[in-house]
């Protein structure tokens, strides 16, 4: 039997470029629609997620995943799991990809897309709101396609912004959040919140919205003026609008129809061109099927850089 192929953080993705991989990400939005399963196990703060994805073509995927937001207070990462990548034809096990390694690029990944297809190309203030892990993916994939913008980063506990931007010199941390929203042109969300942080009555024309750290039923980052106000996309349909409380609760309450989250991504041309005079909201949900894509993605180029 042979030995199964190990991709590991640093060499998988030093074979990476941001803009690449979103290319990857619309290629693989052209294939058939995934066949997708999840499922979610809670205990207080603590999940178990499971995520599945068949890609006629491109292949199937199985990722664990368990968030912890109670690890960085014991020295371990608040996000686990393992990544299986199984070829399309027979099944085979095909590589173990880091796990880390496919949700950074997955994550930053999805919004970018997202921001290239919605937001000004020519942005100059990028806001990010949490300092975590996945705020320090999106400077590095924001610092990519836009590099004329400075990226400002807020966080409830401005130690850890100043020290997220102590890291990368196109980054300054944001004093006031309503000051850095009404001044920023790309506004992205990565915190933990079951409440909003973003109020729509900060928001002016031309900007963009990128929501990404609510995962939960129970959790949102923007309020309902937002949503009323803006333009909404998504990345996928089946993972954001029944499951996330982004959309779940406001479309519970009436406060948005169904119809009022206009396309994903499987319907790419239905993102319309920047429009200075309209409001762009943008939900990523994730889903079994991008980290399909992007361990796909991995694999293809660690064996053409190899």
Not at 62 to 85: E, W, Y
Not at 133 to 143: D, H, K, Q
Not at 281 to 290: I, Q, R, V, Y
Request: with cysteine; net charge negative.
């Amino acid at each position: 039997m042979n030995a199964i192929l190990q991709i590991p953080f640093d060499q998988g993705e030093a074979n990476l470029d941001w803009l690449s991989f979103c290319d990857a990400l619309a290629a693989g939005h052209q294939l058939p629609r995934a066949e997708v399963t999840d499922s979610f196990l809670y205990r207080d703060n603590d999940t178990l997620l499971n995520r599945a994805a068949w890609i006629d073509g491109l292949g199937l995927a199985v990722k664990s995943a368990t968030i912890f937001p109670g690890n960085p207070d014991q020295g371990h990462p608040m996000v686990n799991g393992a990544v299986c990548l199984y070829a399309d034809q027979s099944g085979m096990l095909e590589a173990l990809v880091d796990f880390h390694l496919v949700t950074k690029w997955k994550t930053a990944g999805d919004s970018l897309l997202g921001a290239l297809r919605l937001a000004n190309p020519d942005s100059r203030e990028v806001l990010i709101v949490g300092a975590g892990t996945v705020g320090a993916s999106l400077i590095e994939a924001f610092g990519t396609a836009y590099p004329k913008a400075q990226i400002r980063i807020w966080n409830r506990t401005a130690e850890k912004a100043e020290a997220l931007a102590e890291q990368y010199p196109n980054a300054k941390v944001a004093a006031d959040l309503e000051a850095a929203v009404q001044a920023a042109d790309i506004i992205l969300t990565c915190t933990m919140s079951s409440t909003p942080v973003i109020k729509g009555a900060w928001l002016r024309p031309g900007q963009h919205l990128n929501l990404i750290g609510a995962y939960r039923p129970d959790m949102r980052e923007t309020d309902n003026e937002a949503l009323q106000r803006a333009d909404i996309y998504c990345d996928s349909f089946e993972t954001t609008v029944d499951h996330i409380g982004e959309f779940k609760i406001p479309l519970s309450e009436g406060v948005i129809s169904r119809d009022d989250v206009r396309a994903d991504f499987y319907n790419l041309t239905a993102f319309p061109r920047f429009d200075p005079t309209r409001i762009t909201l943008f939900k990523n949900g994730g889903g079994a099927h991008m980290d399909l894509m992007t361990s796909r993605h991995i694999l293809d180029c660690w064996q053409g850089g190899t």
